[in-house]
């Protein structure tokens, strides 16, 4: 390949991890001598190459190189994390950071933390931390990450009896979203739940549905919690069934309560708004 007008690198060969080896004319050396360099992302780019972590890629059917590389970007001074595959990035200025895949990132300075995959960040300085969520940065250049935006993330669990069970994160044991320091958010949970089996009266497709809000404040690592909760509509037998938000420690808690002998599925789908204030509370 011949010197791209303005460029005093070419590429040279791929080697069978698709990375592509420059060359440039070494500094004090034979005339026309030409010795391997590492190109900048402006020169990789420049060839209609894959900048990433350092090095440039042509795209090919390796797995190696797809292991290492998915990353698509469309903008300037976007970064990926080690471990990160699969992710793209449309915008300027965004973080996708440590083990997180299957990512999109549309917008400027976003910022998805450690291990969180599957989720979409759109907008201004938004921040997600959870896996399987939906955010919305909408803030000024000016204001600090994460300072005013949405989260959309859903809850779930089975229950097979009539005690209150907390229900999970997307649906895994024990996994919950966390509110983080001096913030508060207003809640909106669409609350339904459906019975699948059990030996109670009623019968498989009784169903029920809540509104459940209210805004939970985490004051200097102490969470509290106001909440209302209507119902919406239901069919069959489901007396005792009911949600209720709630906080532990510091995570948002959707707690549910189903019915003895009856085993019942419940998803929450839920969205924050929140105002991540600065200032201690």
Not at 145 to 155: D, F, H, V
Not at 230 to 239: F, L
Request: negative net charge; aromatic residues 8%.
């Amino acid at each position: 390949m011949d010197f791209k007008i303005g460029y005093s690198v070419k590429p040279k060969e791929i080697t069978t991890l698709n990375e592509v080896i420059f060359e440039e004319f070494a500094i004090g050396g034979e005339i026309g001598e030409l010795v391997d360099v590492q190109p900048t992302a402006d020169e990789c780019k420049a060839y209609g190459f894959n900048y990433v972590n350092s090095r440039c890629y042509v795209i090919a059917n390796s797995t190696d190189f797809i292991d290492e590389l998915i990353f698509l970007e469309a903008g300037s001074n976007n970064s990926k994390g080690a471990k990160s595959n699969y992710t793209a990035t449309i915008g300027l200025n965004n973080d996708i950071n440590y083990a997180c895949n299957n990512d999109l990132v549309v917008g400027s300075s976003n910022s998805i933390i450690d291990n969180v995959s599957n989720t979409i960040v759109s907008g201004t300085k938004g921040e997600a931390t959870a896996s399987n969520s939906i955010v919305l940065g909408g803030n000024a250049p000016d204001d600090n990450l994460a300072e005013r935006q949405t989260t959309t993330l859903m809850y779930g669990v089975q229950t097979t009896n009539g005690n209150t069970k907390a229900s999970y994160l997307n649906n895994i044991t024990a996994n919950f979203f966390t509110i983080p320091d001096n913030t508060a958010m207003y809640f909106h949970a669409d609350v339904l739940a459906v019975r699948v089996g059990g030996t109670s009266t009623g019968n498989p497709g009784d169903f029920l549905s809540w509104v459940e809000r209210g805004v939970v404040i985490n004051k200097s690592g102490v969470l509290s919690i106001q909440r209302e909760r209507d119902t919406i509509q239901g069919s069959g037998n489901h007396t005792t069934w009911r949600p209720t938000g709630a906080v532990s420690g510091t995570n948002f808690v959707m707690n549910v309560r189903g019915a003895a002998n009856t085993i019942i599925e419940w998803a929450s789908t839920i969205k924050f708004t929140e105002i991540r204030t600065g200032v201690a509370l």
